[in-house]
Structure formats: structure tokens, C-alpha cells
């Protein structure tokens, strides 16, 4: 790990303020900020507000939260767990979709504009 | 029957006190040989503050668990519920699905546009000093009150583990904390902090599995019977296993709980130590990769710690834990001597064992903390404000050195003031400082096109003050048996976790000092900004 060689290539090009302002105002560099946005900013709201209601059930819910699903295991207890399945499961799902569609745009764009292309 | 226990537990502690201190002397000179290691390879300021970039994506989150699951998780949690039941568990949760937050809107854009700090993104488009400095500012600010809050639990810990109780031995235990964490920064860097954190994460994780394994053996993996006998055991009944415990008290402690669980989820994402541990890996995919690695082990942990709270509440009488410490932080030790048997040999071992895992998270953690605020001070304060962006390389890592013994020696004094202070709303506020002041400004410069210095400015210093001016007037720090100075009142503030409002003032004068700056914003830097953090062109 200590040994390998720096990360910056003396081949890559430093682009220049042009270039940065006009890939962001190109249809390619539309189309992944789109792609990202629309897939992170909604989820975030939806898991926000599957927390909160987690959070406000447990202050506001007593009753509901402690009938019990089976022997001692309440509702409390699985919405809990719940709350940890679907973090994994979103984290999943967005490693999924950022590896499907967003890297292989984000790279193309990268490899242009340090090629020099 | 409950007293002899303690009785008998205290005895094993004094007794096998050759064994803790062993175990312990032995982590630490591992971890010392590391750093040695460590700071040979360290040659410039990569290697200090980032560790070369070349870690992979699982050391990384290795290294992160490492970094996030600090003594508060490990004791403070279990001791909670083992103590409130499930109250105790709703911080895991927080603590958790926060998680989501760095990886979807924060890790990856911030490894591809930053270099060494938290203050590189938040100035990348901004005039510099006023920025760097209120970075700096905030980033030392909230590092040095979760120092706090982990200094004061070594100290706490190691006293009643090892039966030293006066008060110039609890001063000698932080003083000890601090020179190592000294000595990990200063001389390991970042690379030496990396690796003192994955050691004591597999500790940590091989520590918890093995007493939940353990707890789960003695109630033949039966979970619902294990609950039935934790919340008989607990003399609390069904109430025990059922959120209110702690927090359903009154109107106002169920807004308290929501203010904390906002704090929680939205602080992570702000939380400096947190932040620049993404800056240790090569690429946007890698720091991704560390992240998912991290929710996995972190959640894997919390979801043991429920065993072991339970556990403990299950096999011990509540007096018997709170006559060892009021506030439960030892509840997960005495579980490990219940679990291998009180009086054996195998319960002393397994007792030394999870002291030593214990002690081996405090370190790690405060080193985490010691370097992001030693970085920030040399990267964004010494270099970019004093220097003005023209300090060599070597100047930069000798001013990062410095700063570490120097925020070193002022938290061992610090330590030894606050170490009989109530410190679990020190970690809680710094969460809270985290999401208020920090979370809003990097959200905003990362995603918002017309957000200003002056914008920048408003939400770091607003929501700093904003969080710390309401925790100065909240029953954490007077007016409340519990409180820093209980003996004075002062407090108008009704909750102990500013949340709630000062998050929202955050993000409010973010905007409000947007919207009504003079200048304009640099659309050209934006350009390159936004370009480069989703994109990774010209990434250091």
C-alpha cells in the first residue's frame, strides 16, 4: 500500500476554467446531474421521513408500539430492526444504481477533459 | 444477593488487575510499533493528512467504524439498554441510518473536490480567509467537545476497572490518554491514525460478537426469551421492552427526544473526523466503497449491542449496574464477567479482554479527533489564513505536527477539569454543532449555485452559536441535579438537545445571508466545483 506509485499521472491535464463552465453547461453533464439528483435527493427525503415517523411513532405511538408481534417481540422492536434493513437496503440499491449509470457517464467525462480530448 | 455481586465483581477487578494492565500495555505498544511504522513512510502532506490516498475501500471502512463507534457507542449504549431498554436502542438507530446521508449527498462529492479538510469544500468557491477560518473554527470546536466527552470516559472507566479512584490517579489516566494520542498523530499522521483505527475496529467487533454470542447461548438463541427475562429482571415489566422509558416522560422530554434523534441522523455528515477519513482513499468509487463497508460493520455492531444491553439487564439486577456506575457505562464489562462466570478465571479473562477493547476504542477515536482538528488548524488556519496559501510543504506538516501536541496538551487540561463533569451531553451537542453549523454549508456548496461567502458565513457561525448558545442555558449545563454545576441555575432553555431550532437557524442563515449578499457568486469556481464533484476531474 506505502509503496505504490502517487496517484497523479504526469500525463493528466489540468483543465482549464472554460472547460470546467462548459462541460457543466453541456447536454452530457445535464444528463448526469440529472441522473444523480433525481435518484439521491428523493430517496433522501423518503428515508428522512421514514426515520421521523419512526421517531415520532416512538414518542407518540405507545400503544401501538408495544403490542406485541410475537412472544416479547413488539412492534417497537421490529419497526427498529426495519429502520437498520432498510439502510442496508438503500445503501445497496444506490451502490447498484451509482455503479450502473453514474460512473460510466462521470468517467467519460473525466477521461475528455484530463485527456485533453 | 445484587450487593455480593458487586462485591465480588469489584474483587475480580483488583484482583486481575495484573491482566487488564497487561492486556492494555500490550495494545498499546502494538499501536506505538505501528506508528513508528507509520511515520517512516510519512514524507509529505499527503501521507500526514491523508495517508498517501491508498487505502482501499474496506480498510477504509474498516478504519471509519473504527473512527465512529466510540466508547459512547460501545458502554454508553449498552449501559442504556441495560438500563432505559429500549430508549437505549433508538440512539443506535440515529447513529445508523445518518449513515445514508454521507453516503448519498456527502462521501463521494467531497473525496472528489477536497484535498485534506472539511474546509477545502465549504472555501472551494468562497473568498478564502473568512471561510478557512470559520472551517477551522467549527471543525476544531466540535472535535475538541466529543475529545471531551471520550477523555473524561477513559477517565471514568479505567478507574473503576482498575479501583483507582483518587482524584490525581483519574488526572494521571487522562494525562496518559493525551501523550498517546499525541504520539499517534504527530508521529503516525493520518497513516498511523488509519491503522490504530482498523486494530481496534476488529477488536471491537470480535469483543461484541463474542459476548453476543455468549448472551445468545444462555437463552438457547431464543430473543424473545432472552426480552421476557431482561424486562422481568429489569422490575419494569412490558414498559421495558417499549419506547417512553426514558424519554416518554413529559411533553417536553418527548420533544427533547426528537430534537436528539434530528441531531443524530443529520449531525454524521458533519462531523469533521468522519469527513476527512474520505480523503484517504483514491477515488469517489473507493470512498463509496468505504462507506458501504462502514454501514455494514456499524450496523452489525448496534444490532449486537441490543444483545448486549438486553443481556446485561437480563443477567444483572439494575442495582447492581448502576451501583458500578450510575449512568450504565459499565454495564457491557460486568456482562463479561457474568457471562464467564464470576469467580472463574475465564470470567477475569473475558473481563481484561472487553476493559482492553474498551480502552483501545477511546484511543483510537481520540486520535481520529486529534488529527481533524490538528489538520484543520495547520491546513485552513496556519496555511491558508496566516500564510495566505503560501506556506511550503514542510512548513504546513511541521504547523500540523505542532498543532497536535499543542490541541494535545490543551485537551489534557480540559480532561482534567472536566472529568467529573456529566459528559453524555458533550457528545450530543457536538452532533448537534455537526448538523447545525457544518451539514447546512456543505449541502449548500456543494448544491446550491447561488449560495455566497457571506451565506457561508452566516450558517457556520449561526448555527455554532445558535447550538452552543442553547445548550449554555440548558438543563446540561445548570439547574438540574444532573447538570455541569448543578448548584447554580442559569437555564431558560427547557431542552438538553438544541436540535431541534438550532439546525434549522443553520440552514435558514445559509440562505438568508445568500440571498441578501451584495456580491455575486463565482460562477466559474462553481463550474469547476460542480464539475469536479460529480464527475472526480482533477481530484487530488
Known amino acids: ?117 | 444477593m445484587s450487593t455480593d455481586y458487586v462485591i465480588l465483581a469489584a474483587n475480580e477487578a483488583s484482583e486481575h488487575r495484573t491482566l487488564i494492565i497487561s492486556l492494555f500495555t500490550a495494545f498499546v505498544l502494538a499501536t506505538l510499533g505501528i506508528t513508528v511504522w507509520a511515520g517512516r513512510q510519512t514524507k509529505d502532506a499527503a501521507d500526514f493528512y491523508a495517508g498517501g490516498r491508498q487505502f482501499s475501500g474496506f480498510q477504509n471502512g474498516l478504519a471509519i467504524s473504527g473512527d465512529y463507534m466510540s466508547a459512547a457507542s460501545f458502554l454508553g449504549i449498552a449501559g442504556a439498554i441495560a438500563l432505559s431498554g429500549y430508549d437505549g436502542f433508538l440512539y443506535s438507530i440515529g447513529f445508523l441510518v445518518a449513515w445514508l446521508i454521507a453516503l448519498l449527498l456527502v462521501a463521494e462529492p467531497l473525496r472528489n473536490s477536497g484535498r485534506y479538510t472539511m474546509g477545502d469544500v465549504l472555501a472551494y468557491r468562497m473568498r478564502q480567509r473568512p471561510v478557512r477560518t470559520a472551517a477551522g473554527v467549527s471543525t476544531i470546536v466540535v472535535s475538541i467537545f466529543y475529545l471531551l466527552a471520550q477523555m473524561a470516559g477513559a477517565g471514568i472507566l479505567v478507574s473503576l476497572l482498575l479501583g483507582i479512584t483518587s482524584e490525581a490517579g483519574k488526572i494521571l489516566i487522562v494525562a496518559l490518554v493525551g501523550v498517546l494520542m499525541i504520539m499517534y498523530v504527530s508521529i503516525g499522521g493520518m497513516k498511523g491514525t488509519t491503522w490504530v483505527q482498523m486494530v481496534k475496529a476488529v477488536l471491537l467487533m470480535f469483543g461484541a460478537a463474542l459476548l453476543t454470542f455468549l448472551v445468545l447461548l444462555k437463552f438457547n438463541f431464543n430473543i424473545s426469551d432472552l426480552l421476557g427475562t431482561a424486562a422481568a429482571n429489569s422490575g419494569k415489566g412490558d414498559a421495558f421492552l417499549e419506547p417512553g422509558l426514558k424519554y416518554g416522560i413529559s411533553e417536553m422530554s418527548k420533544i427533547d427526544f426528537i430534537s436528539l434523534g434530528i441531531a443524530l441522523v443529520l449531525g454524521t455528515a458533519g462531523l469533521p473526523h468522519i469527513l476527512i477519513r474520505f480523503y484517504t482513499v483514491p477515488t469517489a468509487q473507493a470512498a463509496r466503497k468505504s462507506v458501504l463497508w462502514a454501514i455494514g460493520l456499524i450496523g452489525a455492531f448496534y444490532l449486537m449491542t441490543l444483545a448486549l444491553g438486553f443481556g446485561a439487564a437480563a443477567l444483572m439486577s439494575p442495582k447492581e449496574i448502576t451501583d458500578s456506575n450510575p449512568a450504565g457505562n459499565t454495564a457491557a464489562p460486568l456482562l463479561a464477567l457474568h457471562l464467564g462466570g464470576v469467580d472463574s478465571t475465564w470470567g477475569a479473562i473475558l473481563l481484561a479482554s472487553i476493559s482492553a477493547v474498551a480502552f483501545a476504542t477511546i484511543l483510537a477515536v481520540v486520535a481520529g479527533l486529534t488529527l481533524a482538528s490538528s489538520s484543520s488548524f495547520a491546513h485552513d488556519i496556519y496555511a491558508n489564513v496566516i500564510k495566505r496559501g503560501q506556506a511550503t510543504e514542510k512548513q504546513e506538516m511541521k504547523a500540523a505536527r505542532w498543532s497536535t501536541v499543542f490541541i494535545g496538551i490543551v485537551s489534557i487540561g480540559l480532561g482534567a477539569l472536566a472529568r467529573d463533569l456529566n459528559v453524555a451531553g458533550l457528545v450530543a451537542l457536538a452532533f448537534a454543532v455537526a448538523a447545525s453549523a457544518n451539514l447546512p454549508t456543505i449541502l449548500y456548496s456543494l448544491f446550491w449555485k447561488r449560495f455566497t461567502t457571506q451565506g457561508a458565513l452566516w450558517s457556520i457561525y449561526g448555527g455554532l452559536i445558535a447550538a452552543v448558545g442553547l445548550v449554555l442555558f440548558s438543563p446540561v449545563v445548570s439547574g438540574a441535579p444532573t447538570a455541569m454545576f448543578p448548584d447554580v441555575d442559569f437555564h431558560w432553555f427547557p431542552l438538553s438537545n438544541p436540535g431541534i431550532i438550532s439546525i434549522p437557524v443553520g440552514f435558514l442563515l445559509g440562505w438568508l445571508g445568500t440571498i441578501l449578499s451584495k456580491e455575486e457568486p463565482d460562477k466559474g469556481k462553481y463550474a469547476e466545483l460542480e464539475v469536479r464533484s460529480l464527475t472526480g476531474t482533477g481530484a487530488h
Not at chain 1, 2 to 13: G, N, Q
Not at chain 1, 58 to 65: E, I, L, P, Q, T
Not at chain 1, 97 to 110: M, N, R, V
Open chain 1, 1 to 117: 500500500m506505502a509503496d505504490s506509485p502517487p496517484l497523479e499521472t504526469p500525463h493528466t491535464r489540468v483543465p482549464s476554467t472554460e472547460e470546467y463552465a462548459q462541460v457543466q453547461e453541456s447536454e452530457e453533464f445535464g444528463e448526469l446531474r440529472r441522473s444523480y439528483r433525481s435518484f439521491a435527493f428523493p430517496l433522501t427525503i423518503a428515508f428522512i421521513t421514514w426515520y421521523l415517523l419512526y421517531v415520532l411513532l416512538s414518542s407518540y405511538a405507545g400503544g401501538f408500539m408495544g403490542a406485541k408481534v410475537v412472544g416479547n417481540i413488539n412492534v417497537a422492536l421490529v419497526l427498529g430492526v426495519l429502520q437498520f434493513v432498510s439502510t442496508f437496503l438503500i445503501a445497496w440499491w444506490y451502490a447498484r444504481t451509482a455503479a450502473a449509470k453514474l460512473d460510466p457517464k462521470a468517467e467519460a467525462i473525466k477521461t475528455r477533459m484530463e485527456g485533453g480530448a
